[in-house]
């Protein structure tokens, strides 16, 4: 698991690389940027996926306490939240082309698309795993004693958190 978490990590530092050296080279285009994108699309995709790492935490704090059932419901509520961010996705995209904002729109544009539908890719394997999860606690394979693989799921979604927590600012907000 923290293989696959350093691995992530990795993976969107080089990302960042790219950002911050695109941003050297044209400083005017990423401070006129965020104006272009929806502020409530990336507020938004924030309130989901923080809901739904939250979510993940209550299931574990359940799981701890012996309470399975709970413990199922909060993943329940994870997934709902966590599925919140493709559906905000697609109905971003939607927008963006509307305005003319594709893959001709210029570096910001590109940068952005480039690294926010990397981390989508991640929220769809955290999806999946969330799913896996889920049929785990609800079969019992998870006890009080035992739910490390729960753990492990846990860990990964709060890092994708972390990564977005990140990418929301520099695309978003900073200018």
Not at 123 to 141: D, E
Not at 152 to 166: N, R
């Amino acid at each position: 698991m923290w293989v696959g978490i350093f691995c992530e990590v990795t993976e969107f530092a080089l990302m960042f690389a790219v950002y911050f050296i695109a941003r050297a080279h044209h400083p005017e285009v990423f401070r006129a940027g965020p104006e272009r994108l929806s502020l409530l699309a990336g507020t938004g995709y924030t309130l989901m996926l923080l809901t739904s790492g939250w979510c993940v935490a209550r299931a574990v704090h359940a799981m701890r306490a012996g309470r399975r059932k709970a413990s199922l419901r909060w993943l329940l509520g994870a997934f709902v939240f966590g599925l919140g961010y493709p559906v905000i996705k697609l109905f971003e995209v939607r927008w963006n082309l509307a305005h003319g904002l594709d893959g001709d729109a210029g570096v910001f544009i590109v940068t952005y698309y480039y690294l926010t539908f990397n981390h989508l890719i991640h929220v769809f394997w955290g999806l999946l795993g969330l799913i896996w999860v889920m049929l785990r606690t609800g079969t019992g394979s998870y006890s009080a004693d035992e739910h490390s693989g729960l753990e492990a799921f846990a860990c990964y979604w709060h890092a994708t958190d972390i990564i977005w927590l990140m990418i929301f600012p520099l695309f978003y907000v900073l200018r």
